[in-house]
């Protein structure tokens, strides 16, 4: 479905790129012409795709079944995160369950079903908002309760890393905290509609990495119930705001996010085109890209090359700062006349460029952590990145007309 494309292209290959993926994904029943008010893409579920929610500051990252982890810049809070679902004397595992992904700008929704009930997971990570909301819309015949599991992987992204970690379940949130031994850093995921919960064990015959969080049981009909993950580079008190603050403002937040990605689209160029895959195609490039933007807390904002799961490791795909994708992108966002955005790119370019004027090749999302110019290889490695900046500013300049941004530089 939607891929987070390498950005190393211009907008021409990322369209080809994204026409290919969608024509794919489009069955014939949802052939219908889509537009920016209804940009909705759907199709029965492969096991084997990637899916993401992303945000500028978290992602939720992982396959069509439904298995995740979640990142909260530049920390990784736990992986494979699933549900399984309680009915009668069975209980039975999402994976297995999973019919239907349906994935729009602002979310994917992964449709679970049986004969007695259907669940719809919805992820979604606001954009500029340090956590991810995951909505779960119950519709059953059947009494049926809902389990979220998931393993702690409570660490920061490579090559940086914390000591001693650990997890505790607090009773006043009704969730999990994640912790660290300073108290520096922070993690929390948990439900208002908790019912109960195991946390993981360790003894001389036998241990679980598994945390579980088992939600309200729903004996009938339609309910909605929520899972918010969030964290925080400083401390346990700061993620206990951002975890309130999503449940507090959850609808909002929601309906702001589709409403974004609408805006972004009105606010760049459109074409209208003859033929529905094309014209989706288009416009799920432009999203596609402006999903690259990260805002580091460390580091500031830029754009980075790609996403995937990092399943036991500590790097998610591309989700680094690249100097030559960020580049090669600013080309495709100046055709769109997103100015605003390459303004951005380059100002993070040149906040790391060497003093000898050498442009960057990757700047991790933890590099103020560790001597990563120093003592990594890969600070400067690249030497077509230095050439490309000179075009790329003057593709931005001469589209633009920024004489002050050229000058100031």
Same mark, same amino acid.
């Given at each position: 479905?939607?891929?987070?494309?390498?950005?190393?292209?211009?907008?021409?290959?990322?369209?080809?790129?994204?026409?290919?993926?969608?024509?794919?994904?489009?069955?014939?029943?949802?052939?219908?012409?889509?537009?920016?008010?209804?940009?909705?893409?759907?199709?029965?579920?492969?096991?084997?795709?990637?899916?993401?929610?992303?945000?500028?500051?978290?992602?939720?990252?992982?396959?069509?079944?439904?298995?995740?982890?979640?990142?909260?810049?530049?920390?990784?809070?736990?992986?494979?995160?699933?549900?399984?679902?309680?009915?009668?004397? @069975?209980?039975?595992?999402?994976?297995?369950?999973?019919?239907?992904?349906?994935?729009?700008?602002?979310?994917?929704?992964?449709?679970?079903?049986?004969?007695?009930?259907?669940?719809?997971?919805?992820?979604?990570?606001?954009?500029?908002?340090?956590?991810?909301?995951?909505?779960?819309?119950?519709?059953?015949?059947?009494?049926?309760?809902?389990?979220?599991?998931?393993?702690?992987?409570?660490?920061?992204?490579?090559?940086?890393?914390?000591?001693?970690?650990?997890?505790?379940?607090?009773?006043?949130?009704?969730?999990?905290?994640?912790?660290?031994?300073?108290?520096?850093?922070?993690?929390?995921?948990?439900?208002?509609?908790?019912?109960?919960?195991?946390?993981?064990?360790?003894?001389?015959?036998?241990?679980?990495?598994?945390?579980?969080?088992?939600?309200?049981?729903?004996?009938?009909?339609?309910?909605?119930?929520?899972?918010?993950?969030?964290?925080?580079?400083?401390?346990?008190?700061?993620?206990?705001?951002?975890?309130?603050?999503?449940?507090?403002?959850?609808?909002? /937040? @929601?309906?702001?996010?589709?409403?974004?990605?609408?805006?972004?689209?009105?606010?760049?160029?459109?074409?209208?085109?003859?033929?529905?895959?094309?014209?989706?195609?288009?416009?799920?490039?432009?999203?596609?890209?402006?999903?690259?933007?990260?805002?580091?807390?460390?580091?500031?904002?830029?754009?980075?090359?790609?996403?995937?799961?990092?399943?036991?490791?500590?790097?998610?795909?591309?989700?680094?700062?690249?100097?030559?994708?960020?580049?090669?992108?600013?080309?495709?966002?100046?055709?769109?006349?997103?100015?605003?955005?390459?303004?951005?790119? /380059?100002?993070?370019?040149?906040?790391?460029?060497?003093?000898?004027?050498?442009?960057?090749?990757?700047?991790?999302?933890?590099?103020?952590?560790?001597?990563?110019?120093?003592?990594?290889?890969?600070?400067?490695?690249?030497?077509?990145?230095?050439?490309? /900046?000179?075009?790329?500013?003057?593709?931005?300049?001469?589209?633009?007309?920024?004489?002050?941004?050229?000058?100031?530089?």
């Amino acid at each position: 479905m939607r891929k987070a494309l390498a950005s190393c292209c211009s907008l021409v290959s990322v369209l080809l790129l994204t026409l290919v993926s969608f024509s794919g994904t489009a069955s014939a029943q949802n052939s219908a012409p889509l537009s920016a008010e209804n940009l909705e893409l759907k199709r029965p579920v492969r096991s084997w795709e990637f899916v993401d929610a992303t945000g500028s500051k978290a992602a939720l990252l992982g396959n069509e079944t439904g298995l995740l982890e979640a990142w909260v810049y530049p920390l990784k809070l736990f992986r494979n995160f699933t549900l399984a679902f309680h009915v009668k004397d @069975q209980v039975l595992p999402a994976e297995e369950m999973a019919r239907e992904v349906i994935v729009r700008p602002e979310s994917t929704t992964i449709v679970y079903a049986s004969a007695l009930w259907t669940v719809r997971e919805t992820l979604l990570v606001p954009p500029e908002e340090p956590g991810a909301i995951i909505r779960l819309d119950i519709d059953t015949f059947a009494p049926l309760q809902v389990e979220a599991k998931f393993v702690r992987d409570f660490q920061l992204m490579w090559p940086a890393s914390i000591g001693g970690t650990f997890i505790d379940w607090d009773n006043k949130l009704g969730g999990y905290i994640l912790g660290h031994e300073e108290k520096k850093y922070a993690g929390i995921i948990g439900s208002p509609s908790t019912a109960g919960h195991r946390l993981e064990f360790l003894s001389n015959a036998i241990s679980s990495d598994v945390n579980i969080l088992l939600l309200k049981p729903v004996e009938k009909g339609h309910v909605t119930q929520y899972i918010y993950v969030t964290g925080s580079v400083s401390g346990r008190s700061e993620a206990e705001l951002r975890y309130r603050h999503l449940i507090e403002n959850s609808q909002q /937040l @929601q309906e702001s996010a589709a409403q974004y990605y609408k805006n972004f689209l009105r606010r760049t160029v459109s074409l209208e085109l003859p033929d529905a895959k094309l014209q989706a195609a288009y416009d799920w490039s432009r999203i596609s890209m402006y999903q690259g933007i990260v805002d580091n807390p460390f580091l500031g904002r830029g754009l980075i090359a790609g996403y995937r799961t990092s399943g036991f490791s500590q790097r998610p795909g591309f989700a680094w700062f690249f100097g030559r994708d960020s580049l090669w992108t600013d080309f495709a966002f100046d055709s769109i006349g997103d100015f605003s955005t390459t303004r951005a790119a /380059l100002e993070f370019i040149f906040k790391y460029q060497r003093e000898d004027g050498k442009v960057e090749h990757e700047v991790s999302q933890t590099a103020t952590l560790v001597p990563w110019f120093k003592d990594f290889p890969y600070g400067y490695a690249s030497a077509d990145a230095t050439p490309l /900046l000179i075009l790329a500013m003057n593709d931005y300049v001469t589209g633009s007309g920024d004489l002050t941004f050229l000058n100031l530089h």
